[in-house]
């Protein structure tokens, strides 16, 4: 984990400046005192679908090298993506209301 660590630091500026257009590099995070399902989180912001059409056409050398580096710090497998909005920007969608009985019985 310290090698993983010490390799992210020296090479943060560089996920920021070679991010695919639209995406904004945020950070790489760890868990403290065992809480999270994994070790490590790394923090990519975009703010439209259509930016993951850019992610994969991105052709930058450096970003290339670093993705090829961090796959030796993680096992194949051990890892999941998640995409998430500002709570003001999701799309809610509620549940059809429907009747509540009354709680009266036929009679």
């Given amino acids: 984990m310290k090698d993983f660590q010490a390799w992210t630091k020296k090479n943060e500026d560089l996920f920021a400046k070679h991010a695919p257009r639209g995406f904004t590099y945020r ?14 989180a790394m923090i990519m912001e975009c703010s439209k679908y259509g930016d993951f059409d850019s992610f994969r056409e991105h052709k930058d050398e450096t970003w290339s090298r670093l993705s090829e580096e961090s796959t030796e710090f993680v096992l194949p497998g051990q890892g999941e993506a998640i995409l998430l909005r500002e709570i003001g920007d999701v799309k809610v969608v509620e549940p059809k209301k429907t009747k509540q009985p009354s709680g009266k019985t036929p009679g």
């Fill in 27 to 40: 950070g790489t995070f760890g868990t403290v005192l065992g809480f999270g399902r994994y070790d490590t």
